[in-house]
């Protein structure tokens, strides 16, 4: 038996890899930002409402991180309200939506279970899980954090999926690529290269989290929140370093602070994932060679 699965943002980053590795069972209709602009009602439960998929894999989203501090109305456009729309929109066909989300909905500190820091100087140690609280720092995690509510409230039948420092073939279309491609660019280009050592987090390949996606789908998974990211924990710096590594690029990466890299947002200085819930993607060094070799 076959199900019909609805796409969105087919064509990004990770909607490429979902497309291509989609299991021969599935029916998988991809709809594209003119098709169907997530951040109109009407559009989106026109569209889902002829549809009527089995499932709703939301893959669009505004990913500019700095942008969004003043692209506020647009970041939640898209990522707040766009999430509802398709919440809506699967409740009222009898869909199930699986919503992407992000490892900034964390604000990196470490917190006790009476819902208090325990210390503002001190980042948190060990990844987060799906039953750490959320604080999100900056606008684009906000407005993220709110898709995440709506499509809890709004939707019986969902899945959450958080990634964190995703990478793969496509690039990211709102980001004009993705951080292996620019540091291998420009170490070929004779480019010096400075990295922040001090920002911590799980960098996770595309074709992973799509996979993780369909085995969410596939194996009937209880409804929920999940992490997806790949496993294990790195700074930028050290992601830098390995994927020069794994490239065979011998080009010096020079380590720097957050303070000596100022953005317009406010990043989490630690929001490595883990999960709790049986997903468990294989390392990011692995899977980095991979991609790597891929490319070759």
Same mark, same amino acid.
């Given at each position: 038996?076959?199900?019909?699965?609805? $796409?969105?943002? &087919?064509?990004?980053?990770?909607?490429?890899?979902?497309?291509?590795?989609? &299991?021969?069972?599935?029916?998988?209709?991809?709809?594209?930002?003119?098709?169907?602009?997530?951040?109109?009602?009407?559009?989106?439960?026109?569209? +889902?409402?002829?549809?009527?998929?089995?499932?709703?894999?939301?893959?669009?989203?505004?990913?500019?991180?700095?942008?969004? =501090?003043?692209?506020?109305? =647009?970041?939640?456009?898209?990522?707040?309200?766009?999430?509802?729309?398709?919440?809506l929109?699967?409740?009222? !066909?009898?869909?199930?939506?699986?919503? +992407?989300? !992000?490892?900034?909905?964390?604000?990196?500190?470490?917190?006790?279970?009476n819902?208090?820091?325990?210390?503002?100087?001190?980042?948190?140690?060990?990844?987060?899980?799906e039953?750490?609280?959320?604080?999100? $720092?900056?606008?684009?995690? +906000?407005?993220?954090?709110?898709?995440?509510?709506?499509?809890?409230?709004?939707?019986?039948?969902?899945?959450?999926?958080?990634?964190?420092?995703?990478?793969?073939?496509?690039?990211?279309?709102?980001?004009?690529?993705n951080?292996?491609?620019?540091?291998?660019?420009?170490?070929?280009?004779?480019?010096?290269?400075?990295?922040?050592?001090?920002?911590?987090?799980?960098?996770?390949?595309?074709?992973?989290?799509?996979?993780?996606? #369909?085995?969410?789908?596939?194996?009937?998974? &209880?409804?929920?929140?999940?992490?997806?990211?790949?496993?294990?924990?790195?700074? #930028?710096?050290?992601?830098?370093?390995?994927?020069?590594?794994?490239?065979?690029?011998?080009?010096?990466?020079?380590p720097?602070?957050? !303070?000596?890299?100022?953005?317009?947002?406010?990043? &989490?200085? #630690?929001?490595?994932? =883990?999960?709790?819930?049986?997903?468990?993607?294989?390392h990011?060094?692995?899977?980095?060679?991979?991609?790597?070799?891929?490319?070759?």
């Open positions: 038996m076959s199900l019909k699965v609805a $796409l969105t943002g &087919p064509t990004g980053q990770l909607g490429s890899d979902i497309r291509r590795s989609a &299991p021969p069972e599935i029916e998988l209709v991809t709809i594209a930002r003119g098709e169907m602009d997530i951040g109109l009602q009407e559009r989106v439960e026109a569209v +889902i409402t002829g549809l009527r998929p089995d499932f709703i894999i939301n893959t669009a989203a505004y990913v500019r991180v700095d942008d969004a =501090e003043d692209e506020a109305g =647009e970041a939640f456009r898209v990522n707040a309200l766009g999430a509802r729309n398709l919440a929109a699967a409740e009222k !066909t009898g869909a199930a939506l699986i919503h +992407i989300s !992000t490892d900034y909905v964390f604000d990196g500190f470490d917190w006790d279970k819902g208090k820091v325990k210390n503002k100087n001190k980042n948190k140690n060990v990844p987060y899980n039953d750490d609280i959320a604080n999100p $720092l900056n606008t684009y995690g +906000i407005s993220k954090y709110a898709g995440e509510l709506f499509v809890r409230n709004f939707s019986s039948r969902h899945y959450i999926v958080r990634l964190a420092g995703l990478y793969g073939r496509a690039g990211a279309s709102g980001k004009g690529g951080f292996v491609y620019t540091v291998l660019d420009r170490a070929r280009r004779g480019e010096p290269l400075r990295v922040v050592d001090d920002i911590f987090m799980s960098p996770t390949y595309a074709a992973d989290a799509a996979g993780a996606i #369909w085995d969410l789908i596939m194996k009937v998974k &209880p409804f929920g929140l999940y992490h997806a990211a790949n496993g294990g924990v790195c700074s #930028w710096y050290e992601f830098a370093v390995s994927i020069l590594r794994h490239a065979g690029i011998g080009a010096r990466v020079s720097i602070s957050h !303070t000596d890299y100022k953005t317009r947002a406010r990043r &989490p200085l #630690w929001s490595p994932l =883990e999960s709790s819930r049986g997903v468990r993607p294989r990011w060094e692995e899977a980095l060679g991979d991609f790597i070799a891929s490319l070759e």
